[in-house]
């Protein structure tokens, strides 16, 4: 298993996504409208283009709260993969998906937040330009 993973794409012809995830937590934090729902929305859109069987997006609207297992069989389903969560803070209050996603080796995580999950591995921001989208890590990463 590679210990880093890279998702690039162009998006409709015009905005390139270029992310590196050094880690397998990855916690995009930031307040509302720093673009993460944005950038969410993108990685959906092309997972479901291109048929990506190896990226997961989640987020309250697809996520049942009231049979979490079923959630986490979805996750079990992918291997060496990403796993996008967006709207985390709604979801990650379940132990039992927050244990699961700690201990899981086999994935990468891109976990959407407005706080910090001081266990995951690193916090970084989104950065937007004219036409490339990329995460950059607050703290230094090997």
Known sequence: MS???ELKFVYMDYITVDIVLKHRKTV??????TGKSYLYTI???YAQEENRKDILCLNVDNVDTDDI???INKIRKIQDGIIVIDQADNIL???DLYEHILLDRSNFYIIMSRKYYERYSELAKIQISKKCISIKYKLNTV
């Open 3 to 5: 210990e880093t993973k």
């Open 28 to 33: 995009l934090n930031g307040k509302s409208a």
């Open 43 to 45: 990685i959906d859109q």
């Open 69 to 71: 297992e079923y959630t």
């Open 93 to 95: 209050w379940n132990k």
